[in-house]
Structures are given as structure tokens and as C-alpha cells.
């Protein structure tokens, strides 16, 4: 009698806990925004409106005509959410209050954040001092960089400080709290994966910010020795000038060519004259 007494207390525990489960996941993926996939909108509280997430009050504010009135939301100061199954307006937390859905399969108090896509792997940083995507596991965050990076790059990349607090070179949006895969490159300084593609699509081999080679440059240089060697420069254009290597930052000389000029040092042609000597 005990053990069939226990069987059912088990079995109704489990049937309730279906029903909060079921109850939690109503509408799961069903609505959001074209940033974000969650269960809840924001109530600013810079301007008091009303929206699904930052980035759509940030697109709506920053399109504002009157440029005083521009603005964008600090996502840690948000304090009040609408859940959008029942329409409750509440304090921030993970799950209603009113009608018990979880207002985000993801969520994080710190961030005021939620997302019901939980395939992107989020994960608070608290270094970062925000959410991050693709699985805490597979990044470190680099102090002086001051951001994640993944653990492949570990001892691996070129510090520089405070490296992703910067706009993108090549769109200008912001790179340390963008939605967009950023990369580093092998000088340090970072970029959207996208932008980086398209400039690397468009034949540009060089960082926007410092001119270094971003990739193995080794079968170009080869080529442009051997264009070189076959094109020989009339007399009067047979003279040394003087360069700096954008690659390894040093000063020499080398004779003038219409194609390029090589590096002594390190044998890049990512070089610029640094002066021009007068000839007759």
C-alpha cells in the first residue's frame, strides 16, 4: 500500500511538472524581433517607450530628426518588461509573474537580456560585463584586449589594449557590444568576420588602421620579384629611394621601380616612400 501511495505522489509530481514545463514554454521562438527570439518587450527607461530589444530602440532613436534627441539604451539599466503572452508589464525576471512563462529560454539578470534561441550558446562574461554567443567553453577573455576571444588564439594574437572598444574600420559600428562575429587579424586590431571577408574579396590586403599585410603575402612578393626582374626601368628612373615597411616598421633604401619596393629587412612589399629625392 506505501509503495503504490509513493508510485502516485511520484507520478502526480511528474505530471505537475510536465504542466509548469509546458506552462514555462508556451509560445517559445513564437515571437521577438529580427535581433532576438523572446517572450518579452522592454520598457525604456531613458525615454519610457516601449520596444522588443536595445538594438530596435537604438535603430528607432539614432533615426530620429532632431539630433538632441538621439539616444541610445544602457541594457543594464532596464528595470521593467512586458511579457508578451499575457501583456503583464512587471520588474525584470526570467519568468512571469502573471501567467508563469518563461519570458526567455536564456536569461541573464545582469544584462536584462533574453533569448529564446539558445542555440547560439550565450554566456555572461563578467570581465566583458556582458552576454556573449558561442559557448563560454570555447573563448578567454584577454585582459588587455579588453574582450573574448576564441581559445584558439590563446598565446596565440597580437595584444592591443582595449582593442575591441572601437568601431569596426571598415562599417564604424561599435565592435565590443555588436551582434556581429568580429575577428582579430595578425596585427592585433579587429573587425567584423564580414567586413574583414569583404575587404579581403576586394583584393585589400592591408589593416585600415595600422596598413600591416592582414594575410601570408610570400606568393605575391615572389610574383612581384619576378614582374620586377623582368621589367627593367629606363636609365633616368635608376635611383635609390628611401622607404618605410609597413610590416616591420623599418627605414631602408631601395632603387626605384614602377611596381614596388622591397624591404631589405624582411622582404615585404607593403612599403611607402617616406621622401622623394630630386632628379634631373
Known amino acids: 500500500m506505501e509503495d503504490e501511495e509513493q508510485s502516485s505522489g511520484a507520478a502526480a509530481a511528474a505530471a505537475q511538472n510536465d504542466q509548469k514545463k509546458n506552462t514555462q514554454d508556451k509560445g517559445i521562438t513564437l515571437y521577438g524581433c529580427e535581433h532576438y527570439r523572446r517572450r518579452c518587450k522592454i520598457r525604456a ?3 519610457n517607450q516601449i520596444f522588443s530589444c536595445r538594438h530596435c530602440h537604438n535603430d528607432a532613436t539614432s533615426a530620429l530628426t532632431n539630433p538632441e534627441e538621439r539616444h541610445e539604451l544602457v541594457r543594464h539599466d532596464v528595470k521593467q518588461v512586458i511579457c508578451a503572452i499575457c501583456d503583464t508589464e ?23 537580456f533574453y533569448d529564446d ?21 570555447n573563448f578567454f577573455h584577454c585582459k588587455k584586449c579588453g574582450a573574448c576571444y576564441p581559445v584558439n588564439l590563446l598565446d596565440h594574437h597580437s595584444c592591443v589594449e582595449n582593442t575591441m572598444k572601437n568601431h569596426c574600420s571598415i562599417c564604424y559600428e561599435f565592435l565590443f557590444d555588436s551582434i556581429k562575429v568580429a575577428t582579430i587579424m595578425k596585427c592585433g586590431h579587429t573587425m ?9 574579396d576586394q583584393h585589400q590586403y592591408r589593416c585600415p588602421i595600422c596598413s600591416k599585410s592582414v594575410l601570408n603575402m610570400s606568393k605575391t612578393w615572389e610574383r612581384l620579384d619576378t614582374e620586377i626582374e623582368a621589367t627593367v626601368m629606363p636609365e633616368e628612373y635608376r635611383y635609390e629611394v628611401p622607404i618605410l615597411c609597413n610590416d616591420c616598421n623599418k627605414t631602408s633604401k631601395t632603387f626605384f621601380h614602377i611596381l ?7 622582404k615585404s612589399y607593403n612599403t611607402r616612400m617616406v621622401a622623394a629625392d630630386h632628379h634631373q
Open 45 to 47: 527607461p531613458c525615454c
Open 260 to 266: 614596388g619596393h622591397k624591404c631589405c629587412h624582411c
Open 117 to 137: 534561441d539558445t542555440s547560439k550558446e550565450q554566456f555572461h562574461c563578467d570581465e566583458c560585463g556582458i552576454c556573449r554567443v558561442g559557448g563560454s567553453e
Open 192 to 200: 567584423h568576420m564580414e567586413c574583414y571577408r569583404e575587404m579581403v
Open 90 to 112: 512587471q520588474q525584470v525576471a526570467h519568468i512571469c509573474s502573471n501567467c508563469g512563462v518563461k519570458m526567455g529560454e536564456y536569461f541573464c539578470d545582469i544584462c536584462k
